[in-house]
Every structure is written in C-alpha cells, then in structure tokens.
C-alpha cells in the first residue's frame, strides 16, 4: 500500500509475544483484512487482536491510541480496551498493543436491521465522547493528520486534491461547496473527536451499531469531522435523524459536508490506481451522496 510498509512475519510476532510471559505465546495469528491505512491487525485467538504500525510515520499514531484509549472507556458504544503494551525490534522499537477483540461485522448497510436507529446511536456516542474531559489531550493537527483542524489549514491540500482527481468529480461544485464552507468558522472550544468514521471503524452485531474502532486520528478540535459520517457512512434515508440528533446548525452541517469532501478526495486521489480500491470505492460513495460524482 505504501513503499514504506513494514512486514511482521508471524515467526516474529509469536517471539514477542512468548517473551511476554503473559499467557499470549500460542495462540493462532490470523492476519485481519482491512483497508485501514495506518495499521497492521492480526487476530490472536479468538479473543484479542493486535495493532502493529504499516510503516514509520504511523508510529505517533499508534502511540496516542496506546496513552489515550484506556481513557476514553464507558462511552455508550464499545472501544477496544488494552490489555498488553509492548515493542518489537524492526531495526528500532517500534510500539504496539494488544487489545480485546470486539466481536462483530463492518457495521455497512447490510449489516444493520434500523438505519435510523444506528444513526441515532452513533449521534448518542458522539454527545458523550465529545462530553469527556480534554485536559492535556492531543490537539487536532500533526498529532492525527489534521483532523478537526480549522478548514482553511486544509484548503490548499483539498484543492490540489480535487484537481488530482478532476477525471472523476465535478470539479465547479466540488469548489463551490469547499468555498462555501471556508465561511464558516468553528467558534467553541475543541471536543473530543474520533476523526475516522466509516464503515470498517464500525462494528455491528445481530443487526446493531455496537462499537467503534480504530482510534488512531482522534484528538480535541471541530466535532464537524465527525459529522461528516452523515455522507460517509450514515445511510442517507437516515441523514435526517442523524442531523437531528446531533443538533447541528447549518454551520455544522456544512463543514461537515466539507470534511466529507475532503476525506474522499484525499484518499482517492492517492490510492486510486491499485493501491486500495476499497477505501477508493468508498470515497466515491461519499462523492456520490454528496452529489459530487461528475
């Protein structure tokens, strides 16, 4: 995916794991699929799974989830809780965590019996997440790949992004909406935000939203990042009660039509072409609910 990925060969991961001495050496290794971008998973046992990063510069990422998650527990949807913190030598020690393994599926469309009601909880998760205590949290910015920043630090990025992919979008609304939304200013002070939302970082069960994954871009900054599942993920027969839910005001929802904006053109624009068609499939989506497909 990236030219920089590192390799975990399972010979190495059972080595670390037995140097433990915590019960973990032996239990099978199963690679996970994933069209996640920043880390490796592999399923130990039935139980547990293990984050390691794909390459160097994912490492900072890895780090926040390990100092901040344990943190961020009790919230009305699950996290993966903690339950080993250690390093493996790949020429330098390069952190990693395992984690409870959170029993379910990809929370897509199919997988859900209430579109409305997985809206709605996922509105409930973001009141309280955004409720919690943000003291000496990481600020949205280098630390999670400018999620939740102000739009106008991405505006150069996006633009560029639009042209690269200018074969595929409809450039003239693309610009307008991200235009429009540079007008709009986030006023409060920064919240909690996950800064992923999309259908892998979400797990469902029997038909229900049960948790939420992969907190490698969270940080404290504008909440409009999140709400930018309203195009993502949420299902559009839904948008309504989402938006409803969460209370946003047209500020809101326009910025978060902007982050959705850009989170799809960012990704497609640098990993169309083979390097992972299924992020790239779902950023047209999100391009297509908002209407920007040419």
């Given at each position: 995916?990236?030219?920089?990925?590192?390799?975990?060969?399972?010979?190495?991961?059972?080595?670390?794991?037995?140097?433990?001495?915590?019960?973990?050496?032996?239990?099978?290794?199963?690679?996970?699929?994933?069209?996640?971008?920043?880390?490796?998973?592999?399923?130990?046992?039935?139980?547990?799974?293990?984050?390691?990063?794909?390459?160097?510069?994912?490492?900072?990422?890895?780090?926040?989830?390990?100092?901040?998650?344990?943190?961020l527990q009790g919230l009305p949807l699950a996290v993966p809780?903690?339950?080993?913190?250690?390093?493996?030598?790949?020429?330098?020690?390069?952190?990693?965590?395992?984690?409870?393994?959170?029993?379910?599926?990809?929370?897509?469309?199919?997988?859900?019996?209430?579109?409305?009601?997985?809206?709605?909880?996922?509105?409930?998760?973001?009141?309280?997440?955004?409720?919690?205590?943000?003291?000496?949290?990481?600020?949205?910015?280098?630390?999670?790949?400018?999620?939740?920043?102000?739009?106008?630090?991405?505006?150069?990025?996006?633009?560029?992004?639009?042209?690269?992919?200018?074969?595929?979008?409809?450039?003239?609304?693309?610009?307008?909406?991200?235009?429009?939304?540079?007008?709009?200013?986030?006023?409060?002070?920064?919240?909690?935000?996950?800064?992923?939302?999309?259908?892998?970082?979400?797990?469902?069960?029997?038909?229900?939203?049960?948790?939420?994954?992969?907190?490698?871009?969270?940080?404290?900054?504008?909440?409009?990042?999140?709400?930018?599942?309203?195009?993502?993920?949420?299902?559009?027969?839904?948008?309504?009660?989402?938006?409803?839910?969460?209370?946003?005001?047209?500020?809101?929802?326009?910025?978060?039509?902007?982050?959705?904006?850009?989170?799809?053109?960012?990704?497609?624009?640098?990993?169309?072409?083979?390097?992972?068609?299924?992020?790239?499939?779902?950023?047209?989506?999100?391009l297509s609910r908002l209407r920007l497909l040419s």
């Amino acid at each position: 995916m990236h030219d920089d990925d590192l390799s975990f060969p399972n010979a190495l991961i059972e080595a670390v794991l037995r140097d433990t001495g915590a019960g973990w050496a032996g239990l099978p290794i199963r690679p996970v699929p994933s069209t996640g971008t920043d880390n490796h998973l592999f399923r130990i046992g039935d139980c547990h799974v293990l984050r390691l990063p794909r390459r160097a510069s994912a490492v900072p990422l890895l780090v926040k989830e390990l100092d901040w998650l344990p943190r961020l527990q009790g919230l009305p949807l699950a996290v993966p809780r903690l339950r080993l913190r250690t390093e493996i030598d790949v020429g330098w020690p390069c952190p990693f965590g395992l984690w409870d393994w959170i029993e379910g599926n990809i929370a897509s469309s199919s997988a859900l019996a209430d579109p409305v009601a997985a809206a709605r909880a996922l509105a409930e998760f973001l009141r309280v997440l955004q409720s919690l205590p943000s003291q000496r949290a990481p600020m949205a910015g280098e630390s999670n790949h400018q999620r939740g920043v102000a739009l106008t630090d991405i505006s150069e990025r996006t633009q560029a992004a639009i042209g690269a992919v200018a074969d595929e979008v409809d450039v003239r609304r693309a610009h307008s909406l991200w235009e429009r939304a540079l007008c709009e200013r986030y006023a409060s002070p920064g919240v909690w935000l996950h800064g992923d939302l999309k259908a892998d970082n979400l797990i469902a069960r029997e038909g229900v939203l049960v948790g939420v994954i992969d907190w490698g871009l969270s940080a404290v900054g504008d909440p409009a990042v999140d709400y930018a599942a309203a195009w993502s993920w949420v299902d559009p027969a839904a948008r309504a009660a989402f938006r409803d839910a969460c209370a946003l005001s047209e500020s809101d929802w326009l910025r978060a039509k902007a982050w959705a904006l850009y989170g799809a053109v960012i990704a497609l624009s640098y990993y169309r072409g083979g390097r992972n068609e299924a992020l790239c499939r779902q950023s047209r989506r999100t391009l297509s609910r908002l209407r920007l497909l040419s």
